[in-house]
T-cell receptor, first 114, second 115 residues
Framework: DTAVSQTPKYLVTQMGNDKSIKCEQN?????MYWYKQDSKKFLKIMFS???????INETVPNRFSPKSPDKAHLNLHINSLELGDSAVYFC?????????????FGAGSRLTVL | AQSVAQPEDQVNVAEGNPLTVKCTYS??????LFWYVQYPNRGLQFLLK??????LVKGSYGFEAEFNKSQTSFHLKKPSALVSDSALYFC?????????????FGAGTRLAVHP
């Protein structure tokens, strides 16, 4: 009955590889987000989708490509991984119409690029 | 641009003592402010929010926060700390620039409650 679930929880890969992280929410929310938390715990938004439409796209390298097949799912694909991509990636969701941005976060996916 | 600042990297407090985790904000317009908590190896959890109304906001786990417009602050407080409160605390502000809302987080403050 997990509200926001991400897979995989841990991902270790070599530089130059391509990898994906998947996210699903069962809260009936209409907006989903990807946040990146670096080694100093700083949290920064990357993307947001509302009803499958991309609404926020921060200054993120185009090696990162989000995809939302439906409003309950938001995946993140990363091409040509670099050392600096090592971080914890958090998926979150909210009900946009509520306006006040109370986000529910997943447990995170820790990506390590060697 | 909207932003929040958390001036302390870490706050240490003895169990049973009151705690305060500081946050100041910089916004244009009325601020929408939030506190989230992150336990080790977990995602962030919502604690409380200020939108409008009473300056003292009560939230989960006995936490509260005081909105102070003149000092542009939104400090998180608890009257009596528990060891289990030890975690990373994030202040956040809503940024509606560009027509879509997103949360901008502070750098986080690590709270360590000692027995």
């Amino acid at each position: 009955d997990t509200a926001v679930s991400q897979t995989p929880k841990y991902l270790v890969t070599q530089m130059g590889n391509d990898k994906s992280i998947k996210c699903e929410q069962n809260l009936g929310h209409d907006t989903m987000y990807w946040y990146k938390q670096d080694s100093k715990k700083f949290l920064k938004i990357m993307f947001s989708y509302n009803n499958k439409e991309l609404i926020i796209n921060e200054t993120v390298p185009n090696r990162f490509s989000p995809k939302s097949p439906d409003k309950a799912h938001l995946n993140l694909h990363i091409n040509s991984l670099e050392l600096g991509d090592s971080a914890v990636y958090f998926c979150a969701s909210s009900l946009y119409s509520a306006g006040a941005n109370v986000l529910t976060f997943g447990a995170g996916s820790r990506l390590t690029v060697l | 641009a909207q932003s929040v600042a958390q001036p302390e990297d870490q706050v240490n407090v003895a169990e049973g003592n009151p705690l305060t985790v500081k946050c100041t904000y910089s916004v244009s317009g009325n601020p929408y402010l939030f506190w989230y908590v992150q336990y080790p190896n977990r995602g962030l959890q919502f604690l409380l929010k200020y939108i409008t109304g009473d300056n003292l906001v009560k939230g989960s786990y006995g936490f509260e926060a005081e909105f102070n417009k003149s000092q542009t602050s939104f400090h998180l407080k608890k009257p009596s700390a528990l060891v289990s409160d030890s975690a990373l605390y994030f202040c956040a502000v809503r940024d509606g620039t560009g027509g879509y809302n997103k949360l901008i987080f502070g750098a986080g403050t690590r709270l360590a409650v000692h027995p």
